[in-house]
T-cell receptor, first 112, second 114 residues
């Protein structure tokens, strides 16, 4: 069975400080992992993806994530938060390339 | 390139009324997904199409929900009759054969059932 656990439902950071959004996954197969961002009243946008290549994945807007098989984790990081990063973030696991399982989301607040 | 198009963006209905949502995926994308996203939750799959065939509808409440993708392009999701608990955002997404891992999402339809 496949599942995703986002360990924090809300994260609050000051502008210019690092961001860490945590994600643990469970998968019976070699997973593909994704982070999506959802701004209010907007569709989900892909931030980055891991599909069994390099374990450190760089995405858009300065975000990156590291796949750690031993820890079954895929945490999302950014060195310096910007006000425009305030949004809902979803960690997603995929198997067989056509089934996607979403976490419950982490709401990121950026304090000026 | 146009993205995934959904309409309407918002819909308010009274319970027991029917409602329909429309989705047009990115041109050439053969796989289409309908998700339901409840407030404060992640999207949950309702149905997945490969071309015109529904290959995974195990989570679709078939007593009141139906969907179709007759020509393997655009798709319609219907609820009849709607219940209060159906209030949610209904998301459509599509993927291509070449890049199956990346889903492209539409903006969603926010349904409110009164």
């Amino acid at each position: 069975a496949q599942s995703v656990t986002q360990l924090d439902s809300h994260v609050s950071v000051s502008e210019g400080t690092p961001v860490l959004l945590r994600c643990n996954y469970s998968s019976s197969y070699s997973p593909s992992l994704f982070w999506y961002v959802q701004h209010p009243n907007k569709g989900l946008q892909l931030l980055l993806k891991y599909t069994s290549a390099a374990t450190l994945v760089k995405g858009i807007n300065g975000f990156e994530a590291e796949f750690k098989k031993s820890e079954t984790s895929f945490h999302l990081t950014k060195p310096s938060a910007h006000m425009s990063d305030a949004a809902e973030y979803f960690c997603v696991v995929s198997v067989a390339g056509n089934q996607f399982y979403f976490g419950t989301g982490t709401s990121l607040t950026v304090i000026p | 390139e146009a993205g995934v198009v959904q309409s309407p963006r918002y819909k308010i209905i009274e319970k027991k009324q029917p409602v329909a949502f429309w989705c047009n995926p990115i041109s050439g994308h053969n796989t289409l997904y309908w998700y339901r996203q409840n407030l404060g939750q992640g999207p949950e799959l309702l149905i997945r199409y490969e071309n015109e065939e529904a290959v995974d509808d195990s989570q679709l409440p078939k007593d009141r929900f139906s969907a179709e993708r007759l020509k393997g392009v655009d798709s319609t999701l219907k609820i009849q009759p709607a219940e209060l608990g159906d209030s949610a955002v209904y998301l459509c997404a599509s993927t291509s054969r070449l890049e199956r891992h990346e889903q492209f999402f539409g903006p969603g339809t926010r349904l409110t059932v009164l």
